[in-house]
């Protein structure tokens, strides 16, 4: 049993690497993974039932004793990476299809793989969980109604068509989750530790089947997209921990904030193009790329914060008692 946990800590904290090795062989043997893209949105839902089985009661309180630095998160989260994602598009002059999938990525809530990212830079976790918690839940009006704005100018788009995508694949599987830990937290808890291994292969997949189907696509404008995700996500990062930084927060928060609002749940954008916008293939190219980068841009993130996050242990562990 010990070994088999370890093998599941070990595949979530080089999610970054499999998803890399995985997407290699996909570009190579595209038939092996391109059938994945058919279930894309039942490999996210399973990952958003991962999540809500994660979810504890202690994870809500943070909305009411630290509601200042959530309500921050959140805010940058549906503001700097939706605009940034509009504006990068604007200047790079993207075509429809690659403008539309960066619009996507930047309206999404943040990722489940920030609060793993968030613990390895010694920041504040039960922040960062809250705020994931919190967006995740925002995501069915926030991110249709976003896209509806910032991308309706490249291309047509059904507002609620999405709401229903996702409420269908985030909504219901959250919550199906929750009430499931609601009535069986015995049972769950004897599977926890194996929960994110459910996670790291629905995500790899995801990728992988976009990778496999894009093949040829990649080789054109891989590297366009490439640098346009960098620049997203660097710009999440840099603008999270300045903002945080600005409200005078102590450093854990700020590295919580900094990676929410840097990483995305780029597993989203990439069901929702494929649900909603399957006249624009390219769409869903940004996200599977945004899925590798963040994690690894994350983890560098992780290792320049944590020497500033050990200067302020006693500080956390008092914040940590009163959650």
């Known amino acids: 049993m010990n070994q088999v946990k370890r093998i599941c800590n070990f595949m979530s904290n080089n999610i970054a690497v499999l998803i890399i090795i995985f997407s290699v062989i996909a570009f190579f043997y595209p038939t092996g993974f391109s059938w994945a893209t058919n279930f894309t949105e039942l490999f996210l839902g399973a990952a958003m039932f991962g999540?809500?089985?994660?979810?504890?009661?202690?994870?809500?309180?943070?909305?009411?004793?630290?509601?200042?630095?959530?309500?921050?998160?959140?805010?940058?989260?549906?503001?700097v990476m939706p605009l940034a994602a509009f504006a990068l598009a604007k200047v790079f002059q993207?075509?429809?299809?690659?403008?539309?999938?960066?619009?996507?990525?930047?309206?999404?809530?943040?990722?489940?793989?920030?609060?793993?990212?968030t613990y390895v830079a010694g920041g504040d976790v039960p922040l960062s969980v809250g705020m994931t918690v919190v967006s995740t839940l925002l995501a069915p009006v926030c991110t249709p109604v976003l896209v509806y704005f910032l991308a309706g100018s490249f291309v047509e788009v059904s507002i609620f068509a999405m709401m229903r995508s996702v409420v269908k694949v985030v909504l219901i599987p959250v919550l199906a989750?929750?009430?499931?830990?609601?009535?069986?937290?015995?049972?769950?808890?004897?599977?926890?530790?194996?929960?994110?291994?459910?996670?790291?292969?629905?995500?790899?997949?995801?990728?992988?089947?976009?990778?496999?189907?894009?093949?040829?696509?990649?080789?054109?404008?891989?590297?366009?997209?490439?640098?346009?995700?960098?620049?997203?996500?660097?710009?999440?990062?840099?603008?999270?921990?300045?903002?945080?930084?600005?409200?005078?927060?102590?450093?854990?928060?700020?590295?919580?904030?900094?990676?929410?609002?840097?990483?995305?749940?780029?597993?989203?954008?990439?069901?929702?193009?494929?649900?909603?916008?399957?006249?624009?293939?390219?769409?869903?190219?940004?996200?599977?790329?945004?899925?590798v980068w963040h994690n690894i841009s994350g983890t560098i993130y992780a290792g320049i914060r944590n020497r500033k996050n050990t200067k302020q242990p006693q500080q956390s562990e008092r914040e940590a008692a009163e959650i």
């Open 94 to 117: 993207l075509p429809p299809d690659l403008a539309l999938g960066f619009i996507l990525v930047g309206c999404c809530p943040g990722g489940t793989a920030s609060n793993v990212i």
């Open 177 to 291: 989750g929750i009430l499931i830990y609601r009535i069986f937290p015995k049972q769950v808890n004897k599977i926890r530790d194996f929960l994110p291994l459910v996670s790291v292969a629905a995500i790899v997949m995801i990728v992988a089947g976009i990778v496999g189907t894009n093949a040829e696509k990649i080789v054109t404008c891989g590297a366009l997209v490439m640098i346009v995700v960098a620049l997203h996500n660097g710009v999440g990062l840099l603008l999270g921990t300045g903002a945080a930084k600005l409200l005078k927060l102590d450093e854990r928060k700020v590295t919580a904030i900094g990676i929410e609002v840097g990483m995305q749940n780029s597993g989203l954008s990439i069901s929702l193009a494929t649900a909603n916008f399957a006249a624009n293939p390219l769409a869903t190219l940004p996200g599977a790329i945004f899925s």
């Open 51 to 79: 999540m809500g089985l994660t979810i504890k009661a202690n994870d809500f309180r943070v909305v009411f004793t630290r509601p200042k630095e959530l309500f921050t998160g959140c805010l940058l989260q549906y503001t």
